[in-house]
């Protein structure tokens, strides 16, 4: 792993490839890449003049590995024990200080098929086969990590070492959760399955039905309450209880509608995001739903689409559309308090609350941070160099004085907040 704690030398190598555009600004003036773009792409591409308020600054950049370069990921950097923990898809996994980059432990997964010379060759080039990371998350002294061949681990959250491995039916998608003793995931396979989480073993697991056509995410589950709590590919808020697994609940949130299977696309992909006994979801094809934790009561719902999670701040929920349009509404009764259509089809993460902002991060490596009462767009940071390879793929992760954000090649960067 190479850390820059100078942001500087750390744009170096794109600084060479601007100096190749005719000319390059945020305002969105026209770059090499652009020639190869079509009119849609261009009017996408081609921002509105910012009057900025603030600029950004890099406090320390590096690279974690490979990233998850062009495959479909989730994978979040997260804060916790005063390190940052990152991965990247190939198996490194890696803690940080989050106040220099440096880091201060890594474990790699990546696996080899065998002991030959051709393996002893083949380490000296590369990690070995991909572990294809899905999702990582931290419980106290525990690192969990999901793997896409339904392998999950612990590792220990101060040396990186393993403590257990176990392995589960169908693809893990979305970071496990813990919580009451156990480590839960969700699987592409419609299954639902926990762990102990000291030991691995398997605890219990529950089917669930899955469509003829679904997206490639699944939703990351949430334990409140004496339950697990997570959205199904067939639209469905489902709570099951966490000692036995049984389902206490079912909620339909939405239902199939139209002639062909892909216009029936109901996910549930967003992770449920609890606040006062009250869970809200959204769904893929249209459907925000504020639910009530103890009955399953549908309380509001409202017609935004999203496969992205829904954020809070205090009495604010936000959204970001299938479109990249963000919205900010009333946690209470679901009444839009303003949208933001500036950023259209730039295929913008979720949106981050920091601050007196929100912050996303879109297809071609910027970030955008908008004003969390009125959303208007207010600054703006180019950490891809106009690139789709480094795009910012993930929401960044809010750390109190900045702002950890990574790419799609495994560029992780910290930026300083106004105060």
Not at 249 to 275: C, H
Request: hydrophobic share 40%; net charge negative; charged share 25%.
């Amino acid at each position: 792993m190479l850390t820059k704690t100078c942001g500087q030398c750390g744009r170096i190598t794109r600084a060479i490839g601007l100096a190749l555009t005719l000319s390059v600004t945020l305002s969105g003036c026209s770059t090499i890449s652009d020639w190869f773009a079509d009119d849609e792409e261009l009017e996408i591409r081609r921002l509105a003049p910012l009057d900025a308020e603030f600029e950004p600054q890099i406090n320390w950049e590096t690279e974690v590995g490979d990233g998850v370069e062009d495959y479909f990921s989730r994978l979040r950097p997260v804060y916790a024990n005063d390190k940052l923990y990152v991965a990247d898809r190939r198996g490194l996994i890696a803690a940080l200080d989050p106040k220099t980059g440096r880091t201060q432990w890594e474990h790699d997964l990546a696996i080899f098929k065998d002991e030959g010379m051709l393996s002893f060759i083949t380490r000296m080039w590369s990690r070995g086969e991909s572990a294809k990371v899905a999702g990582i998350s931290v419980d106290g002294d525990q690192v969990f990590v999901g793997t896409e061949d339904g392998v999950i681990l612990s590792l220990n959250a101060d040396t990186g070492e393993i403590n257990w491995s176990n392995t589960v039916a169908g693809e893990i998608l979305a970071a496990p959760v813990s919580g009451e003793h156990l480590v839960v995931v969700n699987t592409g396979a419609g299954t639902l399955v926990a762990l102990d989480a000291q030991t691995g073993e398997e605890r219990w697991i529950q089917e669930g039905d899955v469509p003829p056509l679904s997206l490639r995410g699944i939703s990351r589950p949430a334990i409140s309450n004496g339950g697990v709590i997570v959205g199904t590919a067939s639209g469905k808020i489902q709570v099951n209880i966490v000692d036995s697994g049984l389902v206490a609940w079912e909620t339909a949130i939405t239902s199939p509608a139209g002639a062909t299977e892909l216009e029936r696309i109901v996910d549930i992909d967003a992770a449920p995001l609890m606040y006062g006994g009250t869970i809200y979801t959204i769904s893929y094809n249209g459907t925000l739903a504020a639910v009530e934790l103890r009955s399953g009561r549908v309380i509001w719902k409202r017609e935004y689409g999203s496969y992205r999670n829904v954020t809070l701040d205090g009495t604010t929920l936000y959204v970001v559309d299938n479109n990249s349009h963000v919205y900010a509404l009333d946690r209470r009764n679901g009444i839009e308090l303003w949208s933001q259509t500036g950023l259209k089809k730039r295929v913008l993460t979720a949106a981050e609350p920091a601050g007196d902002y929100l912050v996303v991060g879109d297809k071609w490596g910027l970030l955008h941070w908008l004003n969390k009462e009125t959303g208007k767009i207010v600054a703006r940071y180019d950490l891809g160099g106009d690139d789709e390879d480094e795009s910012v793929y993930v929401s960044p992760v809010y750390i109190g004085d900045a702002l950890i954000a990574i790419t799609r090649e495994g560029e992780v960067a910290s930026i300083s907040m106004p105060e």
